[in-house]
């Protein structure tokens, strides 16, 4: 059973940065792609930055594009989110999932999920 923790969130002032880390374990990482998603209260989570298995295709979510980097090192079996130029709209919790289907992030259906870290970025 592949098994998700998250690590980095915290309170950050706006402009600032975070780096959310998600380490997989119970199964191989290297072929599964890692996805990030937040979500807000009263809103659906939302697919924010994703990165496949191959560690070369990624996509981003138009309002952090520019901003946000995800990676991965899969000799540490760990994903990483690097968020930049931090805006109180990026407040929120953030889920790391990972599926073996790339498609699955797009319809926020992948196979497992992290426990979730808040993010709270401060005007």
């Known amino acids: 059973q592949v098994h998700l923790v998250e690590s980095g969130g915290g309170l950050v002032p706006a402009g600032g940065s975070l780096t959310l880390s998600c380490e997989l374990s119970?199964?191989?990482?290297?072929?599964?792609?890692l996805g990030w998603f937040r979500q807000v209260p009263g809103k659906e989570r939302m697919l924010v930055a994703l990165?496949?298995?191959?560690?070369?295709?990624?996509y981003y979510t138009e309002s952090v594009k520019g901003r946000f980097t995800v990676s991965r090192d899969d000799a540490k079996s760990t994903g990483y989110l690097q968020m930049d130029s931090l805006k109180s709209d990026d407040t929120a919790v953030y889920y790391c999932a990972a599926d073996r289907l790339y498609g699955s992030f797009f319809s926020s259906k992948p196979d497992f999920w992290g426990q979730g870290t808040q993010v709270t970025v401060t005007s």
């Open positions: 990165i496949k298995w191959n560690g070369v295709d990624t």
């Open positions: 119970g199964h191989t990482f290297s072929r599964y792609s």
